[in-house]
């Protein structure tokens, strides 16, 4: 009699202890500091079901046949698995409706995961979590050099960098812009440069230095401004169209303000006289 109290208690307790877990689960509200939290919330269900399988049918086996938990759950293990073991010991009636439960559950856990994996590969989830990866891979960079940008000038900039072996990181949002430098084996961050997101992503705490090159003297502005305000000792090289906006990315602190039409017209008229 006291064994079977004992036993109810701990039962009791188990099952307000998964019930407060499942809750949390839920509500995932533990789940939301970083992506690779928010990739893994369509799983929790399912794992959690799995678990609750492996748990209960342990459950079952104790109080049916009296096993240990160890000789419970290796039962349940290779009842789910298929593995095709001999039972621990001969099954009661009672211990063979649990068996059969047990598969019962599994199979519904399996079709279950079957339908949530198609759900998600419909929905681009896999496409996300390789973004993800490859985003947690571009911020692990070190003494690179980020160039925002892959215009005319940002191309050239990139290339002559690639000649010498210096590791670049490039930031653009144009689609086709992006798919032409990820031909030419360069690493891209398909991101706004101009958002402070950005270029923590990017890695502008530990670069080597930043070059603007968007074709908007606005937008080279707002980058440098952006840059400065979160790395104040980043190196910070800057294109410009006119010399009013060279003066203006000065005064924001860029370091070195070029602008390709004045070296241009400086350079041919050197070569005219």
Same mark, same amino acid.
């Given at each position: 009699m006291t064994k079977n109290?004992? *036993?109810?208690?701990? @039962?009791s307790i188990i099952i307000n202890t =998964? /019930? +407060? @877990?499942?809750?949390?689960?839920?509500?995932?509200?533990?789940? /939301?500091?970083?992506? !690779? /939290?928010?990739?893994?919330? &369509?799983?929790?269900? !399912?794992l959690f079901s799995l678990g609750m399988v492996f748990f209960l049918g342990a459950l079952g086996y104790r109080i049916t046949e009296g096993w240990d938990w160890g000789d419970c759950f290796w039962m349940v293990l290779i009842t789910i698995t298929t593995i095709g073991f001999g039972e621990v010991e001969p099954l009661s009636q009672l211990g063979r409706v649990i068996t059969f439960l047990i598969i019962a559950g599994g199979i519904i856990v399996i079709q279950l995961s079957l339908q949530r994996f198609l759900s998600l590969s419909e929905s681009g989830y896999f496409r996300r979590m390789s973004e993800v990866r490859y985003r947690r891979l571009l911020t692990r960079m070190k003494n690179h050099v980020i160039i925002c940008g892959f215009g005319r000038v940002g191309r050239e900039i990139a290339e002559q960098l690639h000649l +010498?072996? @210096? &590791?670049?990181?490039?930031?653009?949002? %144009?689609?086709?812009?992006?798919?032409?430098?990820?031909? /030419?084996?360069? +690493?891209? !961050?398909?991101? %706004?440069? *101009? =958002? %402070?997101? *950005?270029? =923590?992503?990017?890695g502008i705490q530990t670069c080597r230095s930043l070059v603007v090159t968007l074709p908007? %003297?606005?937008?080279? =502005?707002?980058?440098?401004?952006s840059a400065k305000g979160i790395s104040n000792q980043c190196k910070l090289i800057a294109r410009s169209a006119t010399e009013e906006a060279s003066n203006k990315l000065k005064l924001a602190g860029a370091s070195v303000v070029i602008s390709p039409y004045v070296a241009a017209g400086r350079t041919m008229a050197e070569a005219a006289i």
């Open positions: 109290v004992s *036993t109810l208690v701990f @039962i =998964l /019930r +407060k @877990i499942f809750d949390k689960v839920i509500d995932f509200s533990f789940f /939301r500091k970083s992506n !690779l /939290r928010e990739m893994a919330k &369509p799983w929790l269900a !399912l +010498k072996n @210096i &590791p670049i990181l490039i930031i653009e949002i %144009d689609p086709l812009i992006i798919a032409k430098a990820k031909s /030419r084996g360069f +690493k891209v !961050l398909d991101a %706004d440069a *101009t =958002l %402070d997101e *950005t270029l =923590l992503m990017a908007s %003297d606005a937008a080279n =502005l707002y980058v440098v401004l």
